[in-house]
C-alpha cells in the first residue's frame, strides 16, 4: 500500500535559516511526489512536484526538493526561510488515480 | 476563472440534520474530490469522481452522499449529521486521473456539528 510519513508535526526555524521538512514514501510503483502548502484559513496549492526526470525539483517561492529513490524520501528545503513562509506544508505521493497524503508539517518561522 | 468554488464557507448544524456541501469549478476538469481535513491527520479522501456519472469511495466515505450529474458540480451531502464530522472540508479538482497531474483546492468549509 501507498503511504506518506512527514517527520516532525511541528518545525522551527529562524528567519534567514535553512529550512528542512522530511518526508518518506511508500510506494509499490514509480511515484508520482508532490509537496502542497496550505497558508491559514486557505485550501492547498501546489508547491512542486516529481513525476520523472531530473530528481532534483524546483518549486515556487525558493523551495525545491531531491527525490531520492535509495532513500525513499522527497525532503523539502529552503536556503533561507522568510516569515511569509509560516504555514502548513503536506507532502503528497500518487501512485494511480488517487493522491495520497502525509499528515501535515506545520512551519514556524522565528524573528 | 474562479477555479474551485466552495459554499458554504462556515456551517454550524445540530446532530442530526442533514445539508449538502457545494463545490463546483469552472476549469473543465474530470477528477473531483472531496476531503476532510482533522487536526493531525492530514487530509482524508471521502469520495472521489473520475467523470459525470461516476462517483467512488474514498478512505472515509461513511456518512457522506456524492454524485454527479454535471462536470462542474460535485456536491457533498451528510445525510444525519453527527460530531464526529466536525472538520474542514475541501473540494478538490484536476485535469485527469494521470498520477502526475495537479489538484486545485477550493478555499474549504468549516462544519460544526453540535
Known amino acids: 500500500a501507498q503511504s506518506v510519513t512527514q517527520l516532525g508535526s511541528h518545525v522551527s526555524v529562524s528567519e534567514g535559516a535553512l529550512v528542512l521538512l522530511r518526508c518518506n514514501y511508500s510506494s509499490s510503483v514509480p511515484p508520482y511526489l508532490f509537496w502542497y502548502v496550505q497558508y491559514p484559513n486557505q485550501g492547498l496549492q501546489l508547491l512542486l512536484k516529481?513525476?520523472?526526470?531530473?530528481?532534483l525539483v524546483k518549486g515556487i517561492n525558493g523551495f525545491e526538493a531531491e527525490f531520492k529513490k535509495s532513500e525513499t524520501s522527497f525532503h523539502l528545503t529552503k536556503p533561507s526561510a522568510h516569515m511569509s513562509d509560516a504555514a502548513e506544508y503536506f507532502c503528497?505521493?500518487?501512485?494511480?488515480?488517487?493522491?495520497?497524503f502525509g499528515k501535515g508539517t506545520r512551519l514556524h518561522i522565528l524573528p | 476563472n474562479a477555479g474551485v468554488t466552495q459554499t458554504p464557507k462556515f456551517q454550524v448544524l445540530k446532530t442530526g440534520q442533514s445539508m449538502t456541501l457545494q463545490c463546483a469549478q469552472d476549469m473543465n476538469h474530470e477528477y473531483m474530490s472531496w476531503y476532510r481535513q482533522d487536526p493531525g491527520m492530514g487530509l482524508r479522501l471521502i469520495h472521489y469522481?473520475?467523470?459525470?456519472?461516476?462517483?467512488d469511495q474514498g478512505e472515509v466515505p461513511n456518512g457522506y452522499n456524492v454524485s454527479r450529474s454535471t462536470t462542474e458540480d460535485f456536491p457533498l451531502r451528510l445525510l444525519s449529521a453527527a460530531p464526529s464530522q466536525t472538520s474542514v472540508y475541501f473540494c478538490a479538482s484536476s485535469r485527469g486521473t494521470a498520477p502526475g497531474d495537479e489538484q486545485f483546492f477550493g478555499p474549504g468549509t468549516r462544519l460544526t456539528v453540535l
Open positions: 516529481y513525476t520523472t526526470g531530473a530528481t
Open positions: 503528497a505521493v500518487s501512485p494511480y488515480d488517487k493522491i495520497i
Open positions: 469522481s473520475v467523470g459525470a456519472g461516476i462517483t
